[in-house]
């Protein structure tokens, strides 16, 4: 351990570590928090919070979740290959299947746990079966700006469980440049062979860029690949993109059977902890068969299926997504405006969604402005200082008025006139 004091004492003594706040109340994106080192309380307005649509104190919503834990209690204690499923399970993967255009949909306790069983079915299927030979490699190709869960099934991906209870042929990956097609076609020209089964895996909506994944060119390369399988990974744009917050399909005005019609496979990830204010993740599919292998993979059979009272909150809010779709217009509407704020006070953001990254001028520190923003402006904005872009992490959600956008970009323009002064050249 002594590797570890010392590495955490240079880390504080570089400032690399995250300031942390503990949150004692929210009323909309009013947020009352405490710094535990001093133990002072302040009252600040949240632009950091992944309650996309506000439904996180929806009374409807909490409705649900008291009334499921009072039907079922606060746990299922067990997974659901061993205990069985509750009803609310069923339900929810049935609304998410009509949602997202898919009709199977197995749940998971969160993302990383859906994509490693994901990786671990597809790539290793089960246990041995008699009669069936497994020979195929399997080639994945990855953006190499996905999220941590991705990178994580991935990289597991090649010595998971399918290869330690039984020959499973190889897995080989390989990163394409962010949001590329034509370099995934390249990549694709380069590694695969005539029998890999092939699977290209990418974030829908990127969650530190903001950006969308190009759908349709990703589309046009991979019919040239009969069978492949596309996997989006809609964290950041389910109810967030789409004019009714279906996601990336909705946004390109396409729906997965046009895949399906093209020869490639269709998969979607969903998940409760942003749109849903929940907590989990389901994948969706077009393939029955796949399921049960979802289900017995390690990752459902190790591990608590989802609580009662989140499947009931994220099964309230997806119904209150489909009856109320103005809720997403209102999100689509602030991302617009706050977006357009942003760009008239020179900001530089990247992207396109409610997730908005803002580059700073490199002399100042994210960290820095953020502090700034939130001690004298009230401001809660995310920091990102630790990838090779730093940023301020900006998330807006159907909640904000226009007064609350206003007072973001006012505090931003202030803190940025105190602390940074341009070299002006002759
Ligand atoms: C693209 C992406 N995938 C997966 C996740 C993880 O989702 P969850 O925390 O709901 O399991 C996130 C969370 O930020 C994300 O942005």
Redesign the pocket.
Known sequence: MQTVKDYVQRWYESGLDPDEYVCHQKQGNLVEISEPATGERWTVLTFCT?DTLGLVQEAAVKQAAIDAILQYGTSNSSCSVLSGRIELHQQLEDEISAFKHLPHTQLFI??????QALMDAFCHLAIPVPGFQHNRETLILTDVL?????VSAIVNAGTRSGRVFGHSPRVRVKAYRHCDAEDLARKLRRYAQPDDRIMVVS??????DGDIAPLPDMLDVLQNYPGSVIMM????ASGAIGATGRGIYEHFGILPSQAIQRGVTPLI?T????FAAS???AISTHVAELIPLLNVSPTSIGTISLPPPNTAAALASLRLVRKFPERVQRLQENTRYLRSRLAEHDFLALGETNVIPVILPPELNPKSFCRQLMQEHGLWVSPIWYIAKPRLRITVNALHSKEEMERLVTGMVTVRDLLYKPTISA
């Open positions: 992944n969160n993302a990383w746990m859906a994509m996905n999220h941590g869960c991705i974030d829908a909506v990127f969650s530190m990974d809609e964290a950041h990830m998940t409760f902890s942003k907590a989990g993740a």
